[in-house]
């Protein structure tokens, strides 16, 4: 007996390490501080009336008086960057991205962030509604006039250079700068659909007038406005992008109505689409457009869209280590996406590619597609994967070792290029300090006095060198449009952060109470889909509401219960990649030959192959559309079964029992009829039919009482010993005679047609 105890003893020690073995821990930063901190930036960049909430104490009232000289308010908005000017283009292009992100990752945020994110999109499109009705006709694009402002050092709140305000008319057009508006409207109106319906139609309405204004009166606003606008803020893309951009987003905004897509359809070849271009950002759009316009095409296979899926993947794939267009020139040796030439403020050509990968993953997943480069899938979690390398380069890990966001981690720049930071607030400092005065806050190396929490620097050269210079204004100006885009980009990583370590912490993660080595194997009984119900509503909220989400383990298998419709929503779109894998059971092992079927093959490349083949070569249009007789056959054949039962029951009207017509197995043969009838053409043979029902009720009977070894891997010898898997290798060979038996009858009815065929042509 003692040998045979030892032998107990040490299978149930392995077995508890198996189960109780913890997740090898993964590095990784704050995201969640980082989203709080990047969205606290805009509220220093803020001109205007503060709000009494406003979290940059050290900022105060500024611009008040903006507007005045043509008789119009046009207090407000952002300084885009180091400077005291409001500047149209990018400053639109900041509200659009904001926008995006609290759209299409506002879920992510949690409801603090979220409010905040909300309130710096408002900011800015309350200024933009302002800037595009208070003069009929008119669209006001510039406050400050920039060579005068960059002639000074000096605090916004100190500011007293010339407030020059620019408009563009029909006479001095600008169709960048209005396009740029009505994107940002329209996209603003998206982010506030739920939160403010009323808000939200105020807005798209202003959209939709400030694009018919900007297509109607065609040019560019550095035509118009030269010296003003360049070389500051030149359209150097000209103004196409811009008319394209705006039309993707009145479509989305707009929903249902089709104005904007036939817009689309119309003109985008002339605005763009046509080109590949591999670089977003305020100026040029073309990039943003198509992955906007492809959501249309891989949500709804809306027509007239595919051209944009095409040059969406075209520029994800060139970003892509290992594709045939990948450029390994686009990438610093420490692999920082870096574009732009090389002329400095880098990091905005990061943010805006990082948030397209995760924006386009997320489009790619809701339709179980890839991005396809070349000979190569790519599939949504690699760029997934992508982004993260670039923010996690952002927040730190970097050659450097620096985070180059501003009160992130123990490193970050401390000497700005920009006014209100680098000079003692007004708090502190109530004198005023004069233009000229302040250019010795500018030469100085001492550390910013105000600390800009949460702006993201201009970042380090192509070679990931960076000198942390207030002089250098290449690295060290932050900048609203560097920010905007990666709000989404850490919303995404702090939600599914949050929801990670929730999945896997103890306290975090609800779960039933569990019992050593069976873990939560005593709560399940058949049938089992009724079993999993009773442990979600019995271990679920109060009232025996059900929990959305069960963590459960049976035996040594980890298990995700989810019993809530939008919870398997996103699990079979925004977390596929992490749940599509299959564990590898024994009967998959040996039903489809070592897990290699579409049925129980693991998410990877050759998963995606099969799909592929099925879509193309099984359900394809043409391959559905050839068996509609057989299907229709098969209907009228049910159909006058049940005629057949009901017309006995009425024959039966002498007082005796109502017949009753049970559907399951009527419905389960119709099924497997179609099945046979798609496999073998039309005739279905009586036997064949019924074994083919014996198989896949059999079949799920298995799959409905996993082995011992599927639940605890170490014990799969048991199964050996037990003859599981000699009775599941008898049922393949019942499939393999099945199918065999098919494929022959299927050659002789091709040989019979074929000798039919050419007896029919022989001359008489």
Same mark, same amino acid.
């Given at each position: 007996?003692?040998?045979?105890?030892?032998? /107990?003893s040490i299978?149930a020690?392995l077995?508890?390490?198996?189960?109780?073995a913890?997740a090898s821990?993964?590095?990784?930063?704050?995201y969640?501080?980082?989203?709080?901190?990047?969205?606290?930036?805009?509220?220093?960049?803020?001109?205007?009336?503060l709000?009494?909430?406003n979290?940059?104490?050290?900022?105060g009232?500024?611009?008040?008086?903006?507007?005045s000289?043509r008789g119009? +308010?046009?207090?407000?908005g952002y300084?885009?960057?180091g400077?005291?000017?409001?500047f149209?283009?990018?400053m639109?292009?900041?509200t659009?991205?904001?926008?995006?992100?609290v759209?299409d990752?506002?879920?992510f945020?949690?409801?603090?962030q979220l409010?905040?994110a /909300?309130?710096?999109?408002?900011?800015?499109a309350d200024?933009?509604?302002?800037?595009?009705?208070a003069?009929?006709?008119?669209?006001?694009v510039q406050?400050?006039?920039p060579?005068?402002d960059?002639r000074?050092w000096?605090?916004?709140?100190?500011?007293d250079t010339?407030?020059a305000?620019y408009?563009?008319?029909?006479?001095?057009?600008?169709?960048? @700068?209005?396009g740029?508006?009505?994107?940002?409207?329209?996209?603003?109106a998206v982010a506030?659909?739920?939160? +403010?319906?009323?808000?939200s139609?105020t807005?798209?309405?202003?959209?939709?007038?400030?694009?018919?204004?900007?297509d109607?009166?065609?040019?560019?606003?550095? +035509?118009?406005?030269s010296?003003a606008v360049?070389?500051?803020?030149?359209?150097y893309s000209?103004?196409?992008d811009?008319?394209?951009?705006?039309?993707?987003w009145l479509h989305?905004?707009?929903?249902?109505?089709?104005?904007?897509l036939?817009?689309?359809?119309?003109?985008?070849?002339q605005l763009?689409?046509?080109?590949?271009?591999?670089?977003?950002?305020?100026d040029?759009?073309?990039?943003?457009a198509k992955?906007?316009?492809?959501r249309?095409?891989l949500?709804?296979r809306?027509?007239?869209?595919?051209?944009?899926?095409?040059?969406?993947?075209s520029?994800i794939?060139?970003?892509?280590p290992g594709t045939?267009?990948?450029?390994?020139?686009?990438?610093?040796?420490?692999?920082?996406?870096?574009?732009?030439g090389?002329?400095?403020?880098?990091?905005?050509?990061?943010t805006t590619?990082?948030f397209?990968?995760l924006?386009?993953?997320?489009y790619?997943?809701?339709s179980?597609?890839c991005?396809?480069?070349?000979? /190569?899938?790519?599939?949504p979690?690699?760029?997934?994967?992508?982004a993260?390398?670039q923010?996690?380069?952002v927040?730190?890990?970097?050659p450097?070792?620096?985070?180059?966001?501003?009160g992130?981690?123990?490193?970050f720049?401390?000497r700005?290029h920009?006014?209100?930071?680098?000079m003692p607030s007004?708090?502190?400092?109530?004198?005023?300090?004069g233009?000229?005065?302040?250019?010795?806050?500018l030469?100085s190396?001492?550390?910013?006095p105000? =600390?800009?929490?949460g702006?993201?620097?201009?970042?380090?050269?192509?070679?990931?060198?960076? @000198?942390?210079d207030? +002089?250098s204004y290449?690295?060290t100006?932050?900048?609203t449009?560097?920010?905007a885009?990666?709000?989404g980009?850490l919303?995404?990583f702090?939600g599914?952060?949050?929801?990670g370590?929730?999945?896997r912490?103890?306290g975090?993660?609800p779960?039933?109470?569990a019992i050593?080595?069976?873990?939560?194997?005593h709560?399940?009984r058949?049938?089992?889909?009724?079993?999993?119900?009773a442990?979600?509503a019995?271990?679920?909220?109060?009232?025996?509401?059900?929990?959305?989400?069960?963590?459960?383990?049976l035996g040594a298998?980890?298990?995700?219960?989810v019993?809530a419709?939008?919870?398997a929503?996103e699990?079979?779109t925004?977390?596929d990649?992490?749940?599509?894998?299959?564990p590898?059971?024994? =009967?998959?092992?040996?039903?489809?030959?070592?897990?290699?079927?579409?049925?129980?093959?693991?998410?990877?490349?050759?998963?995606?192959?099969?799909r592929?083949?099925f879509?193309?070569?099984?359900?394809?249009?043409?391959?559905?559309?050839?068996?509609?007789?057989?299907?229709?056959?098969?209907?009228?054949?049910l159909?006058e079964?049940?005629?057949h039962?009901?017309?006995?029951?009425?024959?039966?009207?002498?007082?005796?029992?109502?017949?009753?017509?049970t559907?399951?197995?009527?419905?389960?043969k119709?099924?497997?009829n179609?099945?046979?009838r798609?496999?073998?053409?039309?005739?279905?043979n009586?036997?064949?039919?019924?074994?083919?029902?014996?198989l896949?009720?059999e079949?799920?009977?298995v799959?409905?009482?996993?082995?011992?070894?599927?639940?605890y891997?170490?014990?799969?010898?048991?199964?050996?010993?037990?003859?599981v898997?000699a009775?599941?290798?008898?049922k393949?060979s019942?499939?393999?005679a099945?199918?065999?038996?098919?494929?022959d009858?299927?050659?002789?009815?091709?040989?019979?047609t074929r000798?039919m065929?050419?007896?029919?042509?022989?001359?008489?």
């Amino acid at each position: 007996m003692e040998p045979r105890s030892r032998r /107990r003893s040490i299978l149930a020690f392995l077995l508890a390490l198996l189960l109780l073995a913890p997740a090898s821990p993964t590095a990784g930063f704050d995201y969640a501080d980082a989203l709080a901190k990047s969205i606290i930036y805009f509220e220093g960049q803020r001109s205007g009336k503060l709000p009494p909430g406003n979290r940059m104490p050290w900022r105060g009232d500024s611009g008040l008086r903006d507007g005045s000289q043509r008789g119009v +308010d046009l207090a407000g908005g952002y300084y885009d960057a180091g400077d005291n000017v409001k500047f149209g283009l990018p400053m639109a292009f900041t509200t659009t991205m904001l926008a995006w992100s609290v759209a299409d990752f506002g879920r992510f945020m949690g409801a603090e962030q979220l409010a905040h994110a /909300r309130a710096a999109v408002r900011w800015g499109a309350d200024y933009l509604l302002k800037a595009a009705t208070a003069t009929p006709g008119a669209l006001y694009v510039q406050v400050g006039e920039p060579n005068q402002d960059h002639r000074c050092w000096e605090r916004p709140e100190d500011m007293d250079t010339p407030r020059a305000v620019y408009a563009v008319t029909a006479d001095r057009p600008g169709s960048d @700068v209005a396009g740029e508006t009505a994107a940002a409207l329209a996209a603003s109106a998206v982010a506030f659909r739920r939160a +403010d319906p009323a808000y939200s139609s105020t807005l798209l309405r202003a959209a939709v007038r400030v694009f018919e204004f900007a297509d109607r009166h065609r040019g560019s606003y550095s +035509d118009s406005l030269s010296g003003a606008v360049c070389p500051f803020y030149c359209s150097y893309s000209g103004y196409q992008d811009e008319l394209l951009w705006a039309a993707a987003w009145l479509h989305r905004a707009s929903r249902g109505n089709g104005t904007f897509l036939s817009y689309v359809r119309a003109n985008g070849l002339q605005l763009g689409a046509g080109d590949d271009d591999f670089s977003f950002s305020w100026d040029d759009k073309r990039a943003g457009a198509k992955v906007l316009l492809a959501r249309g095409f891989l949500r709804r296979r809306l027509a007239g869209l595919e051209l944009y899926k095409a040059h969406s993947d075209s520029y994800i794939c060139a970003l892509v280590p290992g594709t045939a267009t990948f450029q390994p020139s686009q990438y610093t040796p420490g692999g920082l996406i870096s574009r732009g030439g090389g002329g400095g403020s880098g990091m905005q050509y990061v943010t805006t590619a990082t948030f397209l990968l995760l924006a386009y993953a997320k489009y790619l997943r809701s339709s179980g597609a890839c991005a396809v480069c070349g000979g /190569r899938d790519v599939a949504p979690a690699e760029l997934v994967a992508l982004a993260k390398r670039q923010v996690d380069y952002v927040l730190g890990k970097n050659p450097a070792g620096t985070s180059y966001m501003v009160g992130f981690g123990a490193r970050f720049p401390r000497r700005l290029h920009h006014r209100g930071a680098s000079m003692p607030s007004v708090r502190a400092h109530p004198d005023r300090i004069g233009c000229d005065q302040g250019f010795r806050y500018l030469h100085s190396g001492e550390d910013d006095p105000n =600390v800009l929490v949460g702006a993201v620097v201009g970042g380090p050269d192509a070679r990931d060198g960076f @000198v942390d210079d207030r +002089d250098s204004y290449g690295q060290t100006e932050p900048a609203t449009y560097i920010n905007a885009p990666l709000v989404g980009a850490l919303a995404f990583f702090a939600g599914t952060a949050k929801q990670g370590k929730r999945g896997r912490g103890r306290g975090g993660a609800p779960s039933p109470p569990a019992i050593p080595l069976l873990g939560h194997l005593h709560l399940l009984r058949k049938p089992l889909h009724r079993s999993l119900a009773a442990v979600a509503a019995a271990h679920g909220g109060a009232g025996g509401s059900k929990a959305p989400l069960l963590s459960l383990r049976l035996g040594a298998r980890r298990a995700l219960l989810v019993s809530a419709p939008a919870e398997a929503v996103e699990c079979f779109t925004a977390r596929d990649a992490a749940l599509a894998g299959r564990p590898r059971m024994l =009967v998959g092992d040996v039903l489809s030959y070592g897990c290699t079927d579409v049925l129980w093959s693991s998410y990877g490349d050759h998963w995606r192959s099969l799909r592929k083949f099925f879509t193309a070569e099984l359900l394809s249009t043409s391959c559905v559309a050839a068996h509609t007789a057989n299907r229709r056959a098969e209907v009228a054949a049910l159909v006058e079964d049940l005629r057949h039962d009901a017309a006995a029951g009425a024959a039966a009207n002498d007082g005796s029992p109502a017949v009753t017509v049970t559907l399951r197995p009527r419905l389960f043969k119709f099924v497997t009829n179609v099945m046979l009838r798609a496999l073998n053409g039309e005739c279905v043979n009586t036997s064949d039919a019924r074994t083919f029902q014996e198989l896949i009720e059999e079949t799920f009977k298995v799959l409905g009482s996993p082995s011992l070894g599927d639940m605890y891997p170490a014990l799969r010898w048991v199964d050996r010993l037990s003859g599981v898997d000699a009775a599941l290798a008898r049922k393949r060979s019942r499939h393999e005679a099945l199918l065999a038996g098919l494929v022959d009858e299927h050659r002789r009815n091709a040989r019979s047609t074929r000798a039919m065929m050419h007896r029919r042509r022989r001359p008489s």
